[in-house]
């Protein structure tokens, strides 16, 4: 009998999950929301095994698991020399609005590894950036076709196209060919999680033909993990502040190229600015507080 441990107006239609029984060949018995963005809601289905349903909350969910098989199937193929983990696929519903992949057990986000487990966290962030590095190489080989240059990225694109263009035209252009790789965009430390066995997943794998200097990664990695530690753990954040920039260090030598502070200094400003005007998107007074922290940092 499914428990109704989510939340009453998102709940998973019974006949929806009737055909998720069948075609998973198991029966659920108990359905919870996991957690909610902006984007998406997630839900954990439990029955033999536990199962993550991914539900986009703006209409079809194609694209992303059509990109996550993608990468699955290139992680698959090498994953013998990857010291990442990508979660196995199941199916994308008919209706394209969910799509269901294995569970990652017992992991953590990376989010909050610092917070929790401050010293040792410091090696896990160092192996994240060596699975980044990993990825894009592994990508970079793979992913041929259809490359799309970090230029035409549309909010980077609107930028250069506004009154600021010329400036970030001229960042982008210190970046030599050799610089270039398939990026993952999106590589947050939300997107990046680490079970009880210290194995890094990595997962949402929204835009996966993006081609960039590898600097974009990891400048809005290390971005990100100081924003978002500032706004969700602000306590944590005044207290152990040398803490998350040693993080962010430890990323940056796992990554382990050798690195040109002064183009990731750069990057990091185009960064910021694309990522302020994407919050503009969420609210003035949100894209004013990052633009401000930013200020900051
Ligand atoms: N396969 C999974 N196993 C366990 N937790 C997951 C899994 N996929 C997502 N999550 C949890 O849900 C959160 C949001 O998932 P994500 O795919 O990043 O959605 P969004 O596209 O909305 O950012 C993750 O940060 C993680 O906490
Ligand atoms: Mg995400």
Same mark, same amino acid.
């Given at each position: 009998m499914l428990q109704t441990g989510y939340r009453a107006n998102k709940m998973i239609q019974t006949q929806q999950l009737d055909a998720i029984r069948q075609r998973l060949a198991d029966d659920i018995e108990h359905a919870e929301l996991l957690k909610e963005t902006s984007l998406s809601n997630i839900y954990l289905l439990t029955g033999r095994q536990k199962y993550v349903l991914k539900e986009n909350k703006n209409g079809s969910i194609r694209t992303e698991y059509?990109?996550?098989?993608?990468?699955?199937?290139?992680?698959?193929?090498?994953?013998?020399?990857?010291?990442?983990?990508?979660? &196995?696929?199941?199916?994308?519903s008919d209706d394209e609005s969910f799509y269901i992949m294995e569970y990652i057990t017992?992991?953590?986000e990376l989010k909050n590894v610092l917070p929790m487990q401050s010293e040792k966290a410091l090696d896990i962030y160092n192996r994240t950036g060596r699975c980044l590095r990993q990825y894009h190489e592994m990508m970079t080989e793979e992913i041929v076709d259809?490359?799309?240059?970090? #230029?035409?990225?549309?909010?980077?694109?609107?930028?250069?196209?506004?009154?600021?263009?010329?400036?970030?035209?001229?960042?982008?252009?210190?970046?030599?060919?050799?610089?270039? #790789?398939?990026?993952? &965009?999106?590589?947050?430390?939300?997107?990046?999680?680490?079970?009880?066995?210290n194995k890094v997943y990595l997962f949402d794998f929204q835009k996966i033909e993006y081609y960039a200097p590898f600097y974009y990664d990891l400048a809005r990695f290390i971005d990100t993990l100081k924003v978002f530690t500032i706004l969700e753990h602000p306590m944590f954040a005044i207290r152990r502040w040398p803490l998350i920039k040693k993080a962010a260090e430890r990323f940056i030598e796992g990554y382990g190229k050798p690195m040109d502070q002064t183009l990731l200094q750069s990057m990091q400003s185009l960064h910021r600015k694309e990522h302020v005007s994407e919050k503009y998107r969420k609210g003035l007074l949100k894209a004013m507080t990052l633009k401000l922290l930013y200020t900051f940092l």
């Open positions: 059509d990109n996550h098989q993608r990468i699955f199937d290139i992680w698959s193929r090498h994953k013998e020399t990857a010291e990442f983990h990508v979660p &196995k696929l199941y199916f994308l017992e992991a953590i259809h490359r799309m240059d970090i #230029q035409n990225h549309p909010p980077i694109a609107q930028l250069i196209a506004g009154k600021n263009g010329k400036r970030l035209k001229e960042i982008l252009s210190k970046f030599d060919a050799e610089c270039y #790789q398939i990026i993952f &965009k999106d590589f947050t430390f939300s997107n990046v999680m680490v079970d009880t066995k």
